[in-house]
């Protein structure tokens, strides 16, 4: 037999590989997919109804009048001069809807990314440290727990006759972190035991640079998530705050508004236009980011991201067993 029969006969009997770069790529595009929500129904409603309303905050307050004006008449129905009506004082809703988005994103971002920040400082350093350093961490972190966090708002708010919106939110992160941390804790813990993270510290590697090379990648999509659930309790708590009083008593946001209608008894003189737009946004806002945490959760959790295929799975079973009978 030649040399190129038994070329042939070792080319028939080996399988046909792909080039690397095609393997790599298809490997890239599967984690891509595997990480991004972009797919999922509930990642695209909950991005376009953010981003709707972050749209409105920054354009809607160009074209609009001032939201403090009371030169118009007072409580106007809605129009075509005054689109949401205006209040008691003549101030117009639609810009005090637009400029009052701004001041409620505001809070939720600030108070968010502190909530965030001070989670990460008592959640992945008492993962990865451990010992007593652990203890020292998980204790606060349990005490903040116990604590209600609206009565202890109320109280800190209390105390300060002249509130801005940056004070809010201040209040608003130092009190909404606890549960944040305890759920990022308990994943360091449990990510400080791999293989990686072990031969990192064996080849001298930094407790910073393993933290933030090794760990924090791993936590992107829990971060995300724990961020926005503090953005959605940020507008939340503010809102009720400015309901009962005690919010940013210098600044328009939602909850303001909402005060205001109160205190002017919206309700019960029947300007329905007063109320209803900003507890809608708020509503809308709360849902856009809940969909998009969702949509994250199922990208953290396995079975919640392979139970609509399961249970198509177990709807087909069932309907072909049905006809089989």
Avoid at 179 to 204: C, F, I, N, P
Wanted: no cysteine.
């Amino acid at each position: 037999m030649s040399d190129t029969d038994n070329t042939l006969l070792i080319t028939r009997d080996q399988p046909m590989t792909q080039p690397a770069s095609t393997v790599s790529l298809a490997t890239q595009r599967g984690r891509r997919r595997r990480i991004l929500p972009t797919s999922s129904s509930k990642f695209i409603i909950g991005a376009t109804l953010v981003l709707a309303i972050v749209l409105f905050a920054i354009i809607a307050p160009i074209f609009s009048q001032n939201p403090r004006s009371t030169d118009n008449a007072a409580l106007q129905p809605p129009s075509a001069e005054h689109w949401l009506g205006t209040t008691k004082l003549g101030n117009d809703m639609f810009a005090q809807l637009a400029i009052g988005a701004q001041g409620s994103l505001l809070v939720g971002v600030v108070a968010g990314g502190i909530a965030i920040v001070l989670s990460l400082l008592f959640g992945v350093l008492a993962g990865y440290l451990g010992g007593w350093r652990e203890d020292v961490l998980a204790l606060l972190t349990n005490v903040m727990i116990v604590i209600p966090g609206l009565p202890l708002v109320m109280v800190i708010a209390s105390f300060v006759p002249q509130r801005s919106w940056q004070l809010v939110a201040f209040v608003l992160g130092i009190t909404s972190w606890a549960g944040a941390a305890y759920v990022l804790r308990l994943q360091t813990r449990s990510l400080r035991t791999r293989d990686y993270v072990y031969a990192s510290k064996v080849a001298g590697e930094r407790s910073f640079r393993v933290i933030l090379v090794e760990i924090m990648p791993n936590l992107l999509p829990l971060l995300t998530a724990q961020f926005l659930f503090a953005i959605i309790f940020a507008i939340l708590g503010e809102a009720g705050l400015s309901y009962l009083g005690l919010g940013p008593n210098s600044s328009i946001t939602w909850g303001t508004i909402l005060n205001d209608a109160q205190s002017g008894q919206a309700l019960g003189r029947g300007a329905w236009w007063w109320f209803v737009p900003p507890g809608v946004m708020i509503a809308v806002l709360g849902a856009g980011l809940a969909l998009i945490n969702f949509a994250i959760d199922e990208v953290i959790n396995p079975k919640l991201r392979n139970a609509p295929d399961a249970a198509r799975r177990v709807r087909k079973a069932a309907k072909t067993k049905g006809v089989a009978a």
